[in-house]
């Protein structure tokens, strides 16, 4: 992981200067040891895990879809109050999800969208906010759940 981060910052730089290559060698250095020692990675990169890539391309996708489909019902509900469906609702759900990871980047992936807010996240359990009723109902069987879910039984 050194080395590719090390080529990637020469690369980038466009030059071999000794003040580039310093700072190259420490940066990279600085980044391995904490995806080695924080992230858990191995220090050779985690090569074996190029299958992740397009899993995590494709869920990114859906999530900017998700999220542009959310700003459209909020802007409905701000446009026209009186198709509300009810008032703003706090939601406990289980997720299901066995991976802290996965937990997290569900968490994440409900207050990114529009009319949303993870306020907790606690043994698998998360707490919602949500803008109206609709944006509560289902939450425990969304879009992100299911290829989250779909992810851990690889």
């Not at 700072?23 to 391995?32: C, F, Y």
């Not at 050779?44 to 900017?64: H, K, N, V």
């Not at 999800?97 to 606690?122: D, F, R, Y």
């Amino acid at each position: 992981m050194f080395v590719m981060l090390f080529l990637v910052w020469i690369v980038l730089n466009g030059s071999l200067d000794l003040p580039v290559v310093g700072t190259g060698l420490l940066v990279s250095a600085a980044l391995s040891w904490i995806s080695h020692h924080l992230l858990q990675l191995p220090p050779w990169g985690g090569a074996g895990q190029f299958d992740r890539f397009p899993r995590a391309f494709f869920y990114s996708c859906y999530l900017i879809w998700e999220i542009f489909l959310a700003n459209l019902r909020v802007m409905e509900r701000i446009l026209f109050p009186k198709r509300r469906k009810g008032a703003p609702k706090l939601t406990w759900f289980a997720s299901g999800l066995k991976e802290p990871g996965h937990q997290m980047l569900l968490a994440n992936s409900i207050t990114l969208t529009p009319g949303t807010v993870t306020v907790s996240l606690s043994r698998g359990r998360l707490c919602v906010y949500a803008m109206d009723q609709e944006f509560a109902a289902g939450l425990s069987e969304c879009g992100f759940v299911q290829r989250l879910r779909r992810w851990e039984e690889k």
